[in-house]
């Protein structure tokens, strides 16, 4: 039990310091960075199929896992989206 609460403590921390810094960014770096978290989301799905093959408790891992892909493909999506837009900005007219 005090792993658990430990370890939701840092998560319950890293969402406090995850906010304060995005919502610190101009909106100039924002798109360049939205792009950069595609590295940090492929370290996700990686983890969660780490964490799927665990054998203590399979059906909770695979619950966590299943979460986990789910919403570093949301991430990737959605970055590979802002980048395609940005990119969008700086081809000339035709």
Do not use: C, D, Y
């Amino acid at each position: 039990m005090e792993l658990f609460v430990g370890a939701l403590t840092v998560f319950v921390l890293a969402i406090f310091v995850g906010f304060e810094v995005i919502t610190k960014i101009p909106p100039t770096l924002h798109t360049p960075l939205m792009s950069a978290s595609n590295a940090i989301s492929g370290i996700t799905l990686i983890g969660a199929l780490l964490i799927a093959g665990q054998i203590e408790n399979p059906e909770l891992s695979r619950t966590i896992a299943v979460v986990g892909v789910a919403f570093a493909t949301i991430n990737v999506v959605g970055g590979f989206l802002v980048t395609h837009r940005m990119l969008a900005m700086f081809k000339k007219k035709k």
